[in-house]
T-cell receptor, first 116, second 111 residues
Framework: DVKVTQSSRYLVKRTGEKVFLECVQD?????MFWYRQDPGLGLRLIYFSYDVKMKEKGDIPEGYSVSREKKERFSLILESASTNQTSMYLCASSWGRTTGGSYEQYFGPGTRLTVT | RKEVEQDPGPFNVPEGATVAFNCTYSNSASQSFFWYRQDCRKEPKLLMSVYSSGNEDGRFTAQLNRASQYISLLIRDSKLSDSATYLC????????????FGTGTRLQVTL
């Protein structure tokens, strides 16, 4: 079974703090993704990575950065948290180009971040 | 136009009913299609992939119509446990790895 874990289920931070969200997958997946999910807006892609040290911007990268130093680990960083970044953050992973096949993504349990 | 569009519902159906959801997508070059299920305050989970020939998994049937660019999900003999939000998912333009998620259709099955 694919397992994707996230460092925290709930997090409360103050405006201006630097926030780290960590995601680990145990399936040797090449691709990893960070989304945020807000009511009525669905899942929106923040960043993704298709290899170690590689990253690409998603649809809403502003205010976020990412780091992928090891294949199994993908971190999302909020450089200076703001109240409009209060959201549910979901990490996902999937097989990549080299493995062929389909690209279904497997999600971690999510981190509900509140910025006050 | 949104890349993936779904009726948000809610669909309220009695137990045992058959219910169908449709979803339309805008990118004619899309190759991978999925239905995910998301329970309240939980992560999305893969329900089934959607193949050109259609596929069935127990009470669930998914179909793809490439000409009209829509995907459907049929649930037969609905159970209370089927209550959830169903997300239509399509691979996006440019890269097969990147998926675009619909905002979901909410299903509530009642006694």
């Amino acid at each position: 079974d694919v397992k994707v874990t996230q460092s925290s289920r709930y997090l409360v931070k103050r405006t201006g703090e630097k926030v780290f969200l960590e995601c680990v997958q145990d399936m040797d997946h090449e691709n990893m993704f960070w989304y945020r999910q807000d009511p009525g807006l669905g899942l929106r892609l923040i960043y993704f990575s298709y290899d170690v040290k590689m990253k690409e911007k998603g649809d809403i990268p502003e205010g976020y950065s990412v780091s992928r130093e090891k294949k199994e680990r993908f971190s999302l960083i909020l450089e200076s948290a703001s109240t409009n970044q209060t959201s549910m953050y979901l990490c996902a992973s999937s097989w990549g180009r080299t493995t062929g096949g389909s690209y279904e993504q497997y999600f971690g349990p999510g981190t509900r971040l509140t910025v006050t | 136009r949104k890349e993936v569009e779904q009726d948000p519902g809610p669909f309220n159906v009695p137990e045992g009913a058959t219910v169908a959801f449709n979803c339309t997508y805008s990118n004619s070059a899309s190759q991978s299609f999925f239905w995910y299920r998301q329970d309240c305050r939980k992560e999305p989970k893969l329900l089934m992939s959607v193949y050109s020939s259609g596929n069935e998994d127990g009470r669930f049937t998914a179909q793809l119509n490439r000409a009209s660019q829509y995907i459907s999900l049929l649930i037969r003999d609905s159970k209370l446990s089927d209550s959830a939000t169903y997300l239509c998912v399509v691979n996006g333009a440019g890269t097969a790895s990147k998926l675009t998620f619909g905002t979901g259709t909410r299903l509530q099955v009642t006694l």
